[in-house]
């Protein structure tokens, strides 16, 4: 590093954290509604809203938002794919025309004519897990539920994906075993900031390559990925597929990482495997800046949700040109971004980074969804999605427009602290998660069903009271 760069970032570590309070005289209206609204979410169109505005040929919405008839659109023309894509898309169109083959009916005798068309394809069922960090407390809780609910049984998925947060919580919920989602979901409810990362000394900033180290997190994702998991999702390697997704940092672009094909090749060893599973869900949650890159054949990866926060639709498309596809998104978090009076406590670097940080990984969530969404308005196909926006209590003194009541899940609920990881608010998310996880009817966000939009009546799940594990 030259003397400039270094005199340049030793200036900024002196001045992050050192900017005055915001004026109470330039606090406008946002930063005094907060005293009332607490940190509930300023109106902003909703993604229902979004998806149908999306559809061009769509005719208004019905009052009571019922279903809305859509064209179906021909899916868009398939990226150029890398030697790594090339392979995802072959292996999962391969074993959809396999599954195909292995559920179609016997022909009928030569002398019987046929009376009624065949039945349609089993369609391809995907999973895609959300980027979203502490909020991943929610999936694991919700897709732990959903395993238990005999009335909507959750499907051995034949797809499962994950970014960023989703990336841990993809090959336990692959696998479907129950203690290891009741690990998962104990894992998550007690996190703290601690138990992911540790803060770097003044002096070592100026050769790292992040803010934070995250052994922490390495260490536990070391301890769910064990040699017995590794050997069971080898074993899946022939039928269903499980990736993840990490951002090559030299090309700028999203990479798959299929883990069930490291499980089972033939060239490693154990350990080697594991390192490099490891190294792919490590890369795909190392926040920038936050956490450092990973090296990954010489190439340097960060954060999936840099790019997409879900599974990135195109690819699927491309893969499952003229297949029946079925989509599930689980989102770690609430769609939404809360308001803020920006640089009350101190208005810097920081706390502007911050901000703009939030609002720009909202739209990046809201983005990535509304596109992935994208694939129910092919005829035949389903899309649905489900978050944690009706377990939040924002706060709020008075209620706000357009807002449903506040729900179990206290923001800030560990004692109004600011950590990234809240053991007390990841506890209530996992507890309301699983609980909506075991809900008849559950109460999915949105559906698009060969292009019908509908959004169900939300009924909050009954009160449950979260366990340390």
């Not at 999203?254 to 190294?279: G, N, S, Y």
Request: aromatic share 6%; proline share 11%.
């Amino acid at each position: 590093m030259s003397v400039g760069r270094i005199a340049i970032v030793a200036m900024a570590l002196m001045l992050v954290g050192c900017g005055s309070p915001r004026p109470e005289s330039l606090q406008g209206e946002v930063c005094k509604s907060i005293a009332t609204a607490g940190h509930s979410p300023y109106p902003w169109p909703d993604i229902y809203q979004s998806v149908i505005d999306a559809q061009a040929q769509l005719p208004p919405v019905p009052p009571g938002g019922g279903p809305v008839a859509a064209a179906p659109a021909p899916p868009p023309p398939p990226p150029p794919a890398t030697p790594r894509t090339a392979a995802f898309r072959d292996k999962i169109a391969a074993q959809a025309d396999a599954r195909q083959r292995a559920l179609a009916p016997a022909p009928p005798p030569m002398v019987a004519p046929r009376l009624t068309a065949p039945p349609p394809p089993p369609p391809t069922r995907i999973l895609s897990v959300s980027a979203g960090g502490a909020w991943g407390a929610f999936s694991a809780g919700f897709l732990e539920g959903w395993g238990e609910n005999g009335a909507e049984p959750r499907p051995k998925f034949d797809v499962v994906t994950g970014v960023s947060t989703g990336s841990m919580v993809a090959p336990v919920i692959f696998l479907g075993d129950a203690k290891r989602m009741a690990k998962l979901r104990e894992m998550y409810s007690n996190l703290s900031n601690k138990d992911v990362f540790t803060s770097r000394g003044a002096l070592s900033l100026l050769t790292a390559t992040s803010l934070y180290d995250n052994a922490p997190l390495r260490r536990k994702v070391e301890e769910i990925l064990d040699e017995e998991m590794v050997e069971a999702i080898a074993a899946e390697n022939a039928t269903r597929t499980l990736a993840v997704m990490a951002t090559n940092l030299d090309s700028g672009v999203p990479e798959v990482f299929d883990l069930t094909a490291i499980a089972a090749r033939q060239d490693m060893t154990m350990a080697q495997k594991r390192q490099r599973m490891v190294a792919a869900i490590m890369a795909s949650a190392a926040l920038p800046i936050g956490f450092p890159p990973e090296f990954i054949d010489n190439n340097l990866y960060v954060d999936g949700g840099v790019r997409l926060h879900v599974f990135f639709t195109r690819e699927l498309q491309a893969a499952l040109q003229g297949r029946r596809l079925d989509v599930t998104i689980v989102v770690s978090g609430d769609m939404k971004v809360g308001r803020d009076c920006t640089g009350k406590d101190g208005l810097d670097l920081l706390s502007i980074a911050g901000r703009t940080a939030s609002i720009a990984i909202d739209q990046l969530l809201r983005s990535s969804v509304e596109s992935l969404l994208t694939v129910g308005r092919q005829r035949g196909n389903v899309a649905r999605y489900i978050d944690a926006a009706s377990l939040i209590d924002y706060g709020a003194k008075v209620p706000q427009p357009g807002m449903p009541p506040p729900g179990p899940c206290r923001i800030g609920g560990g004692g109004g602290n600011d950590d990234m990881f809240d053991p007390v608010f990841q506890r209530c998310l996992a507890a309301q998660g699983a609980a909506m996880g075991r809900s008849a009817p559950i109460p999915w966000r949105l559906t698009v069903d060969s292009g019908r939009v509908a959004r169900p009546i939300v009924v909050p799940p009954a009160p449950v009271t979260p366990t340390s594990g």
